[in-house]
């Protein structure tokens, strides 16, 4: 009896130990798995082209006051069950006017809808002419909705979109009622998870009045969201030119352009296998004079030539820098029937990199900067063109060439303004403190990153690509993950240099060897010992020199800085004190002009531009307070110290002039009595 007891427990141990082994194992397989990233294609971007009016297509507008409607956040899709978008949203709900182009969250009062998570709604009425309707085609396209959007057209689906700061569009031909009014909806979803592009984490937390549901992200900036930019509708031919993709060469000196094209059509003729489509494409000077002409070959592509061509030059470096040529590009059917017309700016430029060098139509460029944030008081990201003419005409008086567009894409708009002022843009997708990598994740990243890129290609201004900032590069993954992001961006561009803003140390930094230029971001003094000016100069000249000791490639300096509340003086100088934001910049500026002499550092770039809003913090006073101008964008005394160190590198790199403003008389130093003038004393 005691024996077949013995039998049977030994056989249930061994049943255990079996099954616990199966546990461990599945488990083991399922991270294993988890850790499997595959390369997988994503679906590519068609169209896009900025919306433009010509003697083929009309625009019209949609921006303006719209109808909105905040949904619970308890029962964010009760507006797609309830059919909201099938009337009015004023029969569904209450409806607060709002701006379009805008974000939401801070144009009332009403801190639930600042902090609002989840999904709000949009409508608003408008009219289409009775002649949209002969023989042509109407398009919707939207600049940008953060994060997600869903839209209808008179109570029809129309399109939907996943990613904020990038455009999408749709064609509507068949949704309109021609000669009579219109109802477009919009319901957009600000909720970030984990396979968003930005990453964030959706939890409910108790309160007083029950449950509240909180969004977690890791990045410093306050998650706005809402219709961002324009809202268009345009018109096409049946047969249009849909894509233009343009690159573009200097030969002999500078002196001979090039510009390669390639143009893509859509529509019934393009189908047609007998009715073969040509472009013709002329260029213009900015005087209006044709310099260039061609007729495409069958696959509607070609190349122009330029004689005594004017490259398109960075700001400070040339006399008449973002110089534009204006490319007119016409469709024709085989028996010249003209089809469609589209314009656009072209610069005429080169660009090259080697392991220690960045150029520029054969020029060395030391990049001057910023990173930025498209942010200001009311109207949070919406696009707003007087704050832009502003910005610009404030990185001018400062002397910077470059930007970044951190942490996302910016506006077209100011893409195109770029262009026109030669200011240098290394261009970011929104991936912002990647991590937790997975398969869901990389497909939206790679998404984004193609998004960006089929935008951005023609512009000039753009010189970089940059693929995340600050993304958790030291974690298992990322070494795979950032490989297939960083070789998928090279074959969508290749003329371009690729390189990611990294924050984690190099010592455990994965992703740099799959990079062009290696940006890195540190706050020396701020983050890390805190105050000690006196522990900066020479931690970055070593941060730097391992960097490019590691992977042999070209280095700059993507942030660095410290929170200074305008106003505040404390002498000696302390943290928050606008002596301190002065001091600090000094320090940096030693450890810079060290390492320039080891001509691989290729540039500095101040965090940031302006103050900005950020979620609420004990670490954060009305939001991060870094900027050299405040949100207002009045500068701060840093401001002045910077423009003279950026007009004095460009006086010694591009041999650019001084402005008149640019010192302060304090005193004539050749006048006579017991004033020295030797050297020493300057």
Same mark, same amino acid.
């Given at each position: ?115 609002? +998570? ?60 021609? !000669?009579?009014? $219109? ?82 059509? $859509? ?19 900015? %005087? ?73 139509? !054969? ?9 930025? #944030? ?5 109207? !949070? ?39 026109? #002022? ?53 974690? @298992? ?9 960083? $070789? ?54 070593? %941060? ?10 070209? +280095? @700059? ?94 006086? %010694? ?13 304090? +005193? ?15």
């Amino acid at each position: 009896m005691q024996l077949r007891i013995r039998l049977t427990c030994r056989k249930f141990e061994i049943w255990a130990l079996w099954l616990f082994s199966l546990v461990i194992g599945l488990y083991i397989l399922n991270f294993t798995l988890a850790l499997i990233i595959l390369n997988k294609d994503v679906k590519t971007t068609r169209g896009m082209l900025y919306p433009r009016e010509s003697e083929t297509r009309e625009v019209r507008s949609l921006d303006g006051i719209w109808n909105f409607v905040c949904s619970d956040e308890a029962n964010p899709t009760q507006g797609i069950r309830d059919n909201w978008f099938s009337n009015d949203l004023s029969k569904s709900r209450p409806v607060i006017p709002m701006p379009v182009p805008a974000s939401y969250n801070d144009i009332t009062t009403e801190q639930a809808l600042r902090d609002h +998570v989840g999904t709000v709604w949009y409508d608003r009425k408008f009219f289409v002419p009775r002649s949209w309707a002969k023989d042509q085609r109407v398009w919707l396209r939207f600049g940008s909705v953060h994060y997600e959007a869903f839209v209808w057209i008179n109570g029809e689906s129309a399109v939907k979109h996943e990613m904020g700061h990038l455009p999408f569009e749709t064609e509507v031909t068949h949704l309109l009622k021609y !000669g009579a009014e $219109n109802r477009i909806t919009v319901m957009c979803d600000n909720a970030l998870i984990q396979t968003t592009v930005p990453q964030g984490k959706i939890s409910e937390v108790a309160n007083d009045g029950g449950v509240a549901i909180i969004q977690s992200y890791t990045f410093d900036f306050f998650n706005y969201a809402g219709i961002h930019r324009s809202v268009h509708l345009y018109t096409t031919p049946k047969t249009f030119i849909e894509e233009v993709e343009i690159q573009t060469k200097l030969t002999d000196n500078n002196s001979v352009g090039y510009v390669d094209y390639s143009v893509v059509v $859509n529509g019934t003729a393009a189908n047609e296998a007998d009715n073969s489509l040509y472009v013709r494409l002329q260029l213009y000077n900015r %005087e209006g004079e044709l310099v260039a002409n061609s007729t495409s070959d069958s696959k509607l592509s070609g190349s122009l030539k330029i004689q005594n061509a004017n490259p398109w030059w960075p700001y400070l470096m040339h006399s008449d820098p973002g110089y534009l040529y204006e490319l007119e590009i016409k469709l024709h059917a085989a028996n010249e029937q003209l089809l469609d017309v589209y314009r656009l700016s072209v610069g005429l430029r080169s660009l090259s990199w080697t392991n220690t060098t960045f150029l520029i139509n !054969g020029k060395p460029i030391y990049f001057r900067g910023f990173g930025r #944030h498209e942010d200001a008081d009311v109207r !949070g990201k919406g696009l707003d063109n007087a704050l832009m003419v502003r910005d610009f005409n404030l990185i001018k008086w400062i002397g910077a060439n470059a930007y970044r567009t951190s942490h996302y894409p910016y506006s077209e708009e100011s893409m195109q303004f770029a262009d026109r #002022h030669g200011i240098m843009i290394i261009d970011e997708c929104p991936s912002v403190d990647t991590e937790n990598y997975n398969q869901a994740l990389l497909g939206k990243h790679k998404s984004s990153i193609e998004q960006l890129i089929h935008r951005d290609r023609n512009h000039p201004s753009v010189v970089m690509w940059s693929i995340a900032n600050e993304p958790r590069t030291g974690q @298992l993954n990322a070494d795979t993950y950032f490989q297939f992001v960083a $070789n998928y961006t090279r074959s969508l561009d290749s003329s371009r240099p690729v390189t990611a803003a990294i924050a984690t140390p190099w010592t455990d930094d994965k992703a740099g060897k799959y990079l062009d230029i290696i940006s890195f971001n540190r706050y020396n003094a701020w983050y890390s010992n805190t105050g000690r000016v006196d522990m900066v100069t020479q931690r970055v000249i070593d %941060e730097a020199t391992a960097w490019h000791k590691k992977y042999g490639k070209p +280095v @700059l300096m993507a942030e660095y800085g410290a929170d200074t509340l305008e106003g505040l003086h404390l002498q000696p100088s302390y943290v928050w004190s606008e002596e301190f934001q002065t001091e600090l910049f000094s320090k940096h500026f030693k450890a810079f002009d060290a390492l320039r002499r080891k001509k691989w550092f290729i540039g500095e770039f101040v965090w940031n531009f302006a103050d900005f809003k950020t979620p609420q913090s004990y670490t954060r006073v009305g939001g991060n307070k870094k900027g050299i101008f405040t949100r207002a964008r009045q500068p701060k005394a840093a401001a002045h110290l910077l423009r003279q160190r950026y007009f004095a590198l460009g006086r %010694e790199v591009d041999q650019c002039n001084l402005p008149e403003d640019l010192f302060t008389y304090i +005193v004539d130093m050749s006048m006579g009595g017991n004033i020295k003038n030797d050297s020493s004393d300057l």
